[in-house]
């Protein structure tokens, strides 16, 4: 290390050396880091995280996932996500940030929920449909994640989060996720879900994994997204899978979902216009008949 070069002794921050040869604090803002929360999930399929806070701690969440709380849990509406990576650019930054959530296809605002209290609180967050929570610390992934748009749940207060543009046009267009992710960012706790059955995966430099185009809930920012064809035309028109299967290629993280919620969706709407269920009078065939090609028809689409 050099002679004009010093660290603070609490915080590691840089010092320069001053006119009159004092060190003094670099003048770069630093961001504080994450605080540091205990939690326990509870349920299997339909789940919920309670969240331990010591006193001063804060969580932030998305607007309405809050299931219970401690009564010396303060909660705060605020705009963007709290981390303080805009408060140096007042009101605009702030607008900023809540319309970069909003493209996003999640709510301007989100609640900080704080312990006010002299003791450890909990405050708890549900999912919002069948599938599981898990934990991420970021710190563990170069302190950046990118994830499907609805994936996030909550996370400790100084995480950032921010969208992510997909500059590849295949991938945006056919790739099930769009143009626009999440991208979350810090060295604290997040908490993501999906829908089913949660599935992580470590690519090796290279490896490539193929899936449909519905079921990626997160990767790391090393991994390489993009789409391709499906093995043949038949396969694509009547394999029922689409004609486009996502690819992620190594070095990284994957985390896939095993029912995403269009999925869910599509079945729940197919078993309540269908008639091709329980059915109590005489069938018709006709009727069959047609909804067979509409089937087939739909996973063109898919």
């Keep these: 290390m050099q002679d004009d070069q010093r660290f603070c002794n609490n915080c590691g921050t840089k010092l320069e050396q001053s006119l009159n040869g004092d ?23 339909m789940q919920l995280v309670e969240i331990l806070l010591d006193e001063g701690e804060c969580v932030v969440a998305e607007a309405g996932a809050m299931n219970y709380m401690q009564q010396c849990i303060k909660m705060e509406t605020i705009f963007g996500d ?36 002299k003791d450890k609180a909990y405050v708890a967050f549900a999912a919002p449909y069948p599938g599981k929570i898990i934990p991420v610390e970021l710190s563990e992934f170069d302190g950046t994640l990118i994830c ?33 992710m999440q991208k979350l960012t810090g060295d604290g706790l997040v908490f993501l879900h999906a829908g089913g059955t ?6 090796a430099q290279g490896e490539t994994l193929k899936l449909d185009t519905g079921c990626l809930v997160a990767i790391s920012q090393t991994i390489n997204y993009d789409v391709t064809l499906a093995s043949d035309i038949k396969s694509g028109l009547f394999g029922g899978e689409g004609i486009f299967l996502a690819t992620l290629t190594g070095p990284g993280h994957v985390w896939m979902q095993s029912l995403p919620l269009s999925r869910l969706a599509n079945r729940i709407n197919h078993g309540r216009y269908d008639r091709t269920g329980e059915n109590r009078g005489i069938n018709n065939p006709l009727g069959e008949i047609t909804e067979g090609f509409g089937g087939a028809i739909g996973g063109l689409f898919k």
């Design 198 to 203: 949660i599935i992580k995966k470590e690519l």
């Design 23 to 45: 060190f003094i604090q670099s003048a770069n803002k630093i961001l504080k880091p994450a605080d540091e929360i205990e939690y326990e999930i509870y349920g299997e399929d």
């Design 82 to 117: 709290g981390s303080a990576q805009h408060d140096d650019k007042g009101l605009m930054g702030k607008l900023t940030s809540a319309g970069k959530r909003a493209l996003t296809g999640e709510s301007l605002f989100m609640t900080v929920f704080q312990n006010t209290g």
């Design 148 to 180: 499907q748009k609805d994936a996030f749940l909550c996370a400790a207060k100084g995480v950032n989060i921010d969208i992510y543009l997909q500059r590849k046009l295949g991938a945006g267009l056919f790739g099930g996720e769009g143009f626009i």
